[in-house]
């Protein structure tokens, strides 16, 4: 019984994902962002609470921490078939549409003209805080994994702390160390051995 349970949950779990990338993904068709993206106003509960929670970073950083990332990423073209390293120019006429202010009106969101927003630096972040959200309520124990963001839900049965071992960039098969995590706590590692190409001779 229990064994079926969890299988249930995990597919719950797996449909939720599924549904959030369809909601906040810019590169799946219909999503909220890429309705945003074509010059729409979206209505979004989910999207424009996230957003909401983030523009005030946005604006302590003076715009360096950026949700209009899209056309700097398009012109970078890191995960194409033929990315190129852009000049000064392009890369300073880019900025300039990644600096502009979103709109939140409720749950409705308007983005500036020629903008297109990205949530690739907290769409795994934010997945975790909502299937967290769903394991909690269903008393499910386990460590909750969305790519390179975990999250610890619940306490393993012997009362130790959860093991998450953080792979070397340099070489997959060995770990650079080993983080411990309690109930609630979250860890999301980022390295350059993800997504790069190489040109030059530079990485």
Known sequence: MQTAVAMLLAFRIGNDRTALENQ???NVE??????????????????AGAVGKLLPICEATGGEYSLLM??????WDVTGEEPVVPDQKEIAERLLLCKGRIEVDGDD????????????????????????????????????????????CGEKPSG??????V???DDRNRTKGILSLSQGEFVSTSGN??????????R
């Open 24 to 26: 906040l993904s810019w």
């Open 30 to 47: 219909g999503s909220a962002v890429a309705r945003l993206n074509q010059g729409e106003r979206v209505e979004n509960a989910l999207l």
């Open 70 to 75: 899209r056309p700097l990423c398009e012109l």
């Open 109 to 152: 969101i308007i983005l500036p003209d020629g903008s297109k927003m990205d949530l690739g630096s907290v769409g795994k972040g934010l997945a975790c805080d909502v299937l967290y959200d769903i394991m909690l309520k269903k008393g499910a124990v386990g460590v909750l994994s969305v790519g390179g963001s975990i999250v610890a």
């Open 160 to 165: 130790e702390r959860w093991k998450v071992a």
């Open 167 to 169: 792979a070397d960039p």
């Open 193 to 202: 051995s993800e997504r790069y190409f190489e040109a030059d001779g530079k």
